[in-house]
């Protein structure tokens, strides 16, 4: 690192220079940790002390309205805290707040620290204690620390560190990073969901786009159902579109909202399906509907991708690649994983019923219909009335 020759000029060069070794494939987990959380209906509890519980609590803010995740901070309650400070010690303080909140195994615990804590030089006790109880009870960690990490780093799932690149700065690099690196993830397209208030109105008057997400087998073209189960045609010649799909299509388009397919393709993984047999399929969709754009995930439940539904890492491409609003959309969908995607997203959500013998989404659709037909003029009815209502207001 280049010497500097004021302190200003060394501080920021230093900071630079942390930025430079940040490892970034560490924030990527953790992102998919947070947005995996939130898919799964956990809470995400953070904990820190000093400076790092105002960080806490600016988190806190940002994972619920920008992420959509229930989110909470121990030190946000200023009497809870101190009354189990002088009443049962400093050492328990987080443990306890997490034992009544009732901590689960689909909770996510992150921790913002310089030191990690550590027992042996009575550095945070109840960081150390509260990740324990963690532990037993099989919550996720994450951690974004300095030093060495402490305890943190021993146990968590994911382990952010913020390097020293001077000694005699330790504690206002980890905590000003601390700010960064949770900026981050709250804009990690898997994680995030709400457009921020001064890029939402700085966009030079780009108007936001509607958009009408499609899932693909079931809801335009016809699904194999064995067992129950859907299943997408095997190649061009087994496709067969469904009922009043290119009419329901011309109809929202004339409504103004773009369409574009998100689909599961996770056979091409599984070897049992082609890539080229899924682009051939795709291009016969283009060149007959009016589709804006399809997006595809090729991947298995193993492979802990970003963007394979439930997630909502298909949608949010979409989001930032042709700058939809999401909050004015709908998915349509005919499986659980549809409807868990759209509202990881935030979008509305219409169910296609076909009664498959699988799991109920985690939260239930907006509307439930029996075809693509029903599920445009639902959106358009909806979305005209939306509209009426806000002229009133």
Known sequence: ???????????????????????????????????????????????????????ASH????????????????????????ARVNDEGWETVFESWLRVSRLRSNDLVLVLSVGGGDLERNVSPNLVAA?????????????????????????????ILIPTVNPDHITPHAEAFQAVVWHLLVSHPAVKQ???????????????????????????????????????PASVDDFELLPDVASSLHALKAHGFAIYVITNQPDVTRGTQTREAVENIHQALSSSLPID?????????HDECDCRKPLPGLLLEARSKHNVDLSRSFMVGDRWRDIDAGHNAGCKTV???????????????????????????????????????EVRV
Request: aromatic share 8%; glycine share 8%; net charge neutral.
């Open 293 to 301: 754009d399809i997006f595809v995930c090729y991947h298995d439940d």
């Open 1 to 55: 690192m280049t010497i500097k020759n004021t302190f200003a000029e060394q501080f920021l060069a230093e900071a630079r220079d942390v930025i430079d070794r940040l490892d970034a494939a560490s924030i990527e987990k953790a992102a998919s940790l947070l947005a995996s959380t939130r898919t799964r209906g956990g809470r995400l509890f953070i904990l820190g002390v000093g400076g790092s519980a105002a960080n």
């Open 351 to 389: 169910l296609i019923d076909y009664g498959y013998r699988e799991r109920a989404p985690a939260r239930p659709p907006e509307a439930t219909v029996h075809s693509l037909r029903e599920a445009a003029d639902w959106i358009i009815a909806s979305s005209l009335k939306e509209s009426t209502d």
């Open 59 to 82: 988190a806190v803010n940002d994972f619920r309205k920008i992420a959509g995740i229930e989110a909470y901070a121990p030190t946000d309650n200023v009497s809870e805290l101190t």
């Open 194 to 232: 709400q457009q921020t208030k001064w890029e939402s109105t700085s966009a030079a008057g780009e108007q936001l786009r509607r958009a009408v997400f499609l899932d693909r087998d079931g809801v335009i073209n016809r699904a194999v159902v064995r067992d129950g189960k859907p299943f997408p």
């Open 131 to 159: 990740l324990q109880y963690a532990k037993t009870v099989g919550a996720k960690i994450v951690g974004i620390v300095g030093r060495n990490g402490g305890h943190t780093a021993k146990v968590a799932d994911v382990c």
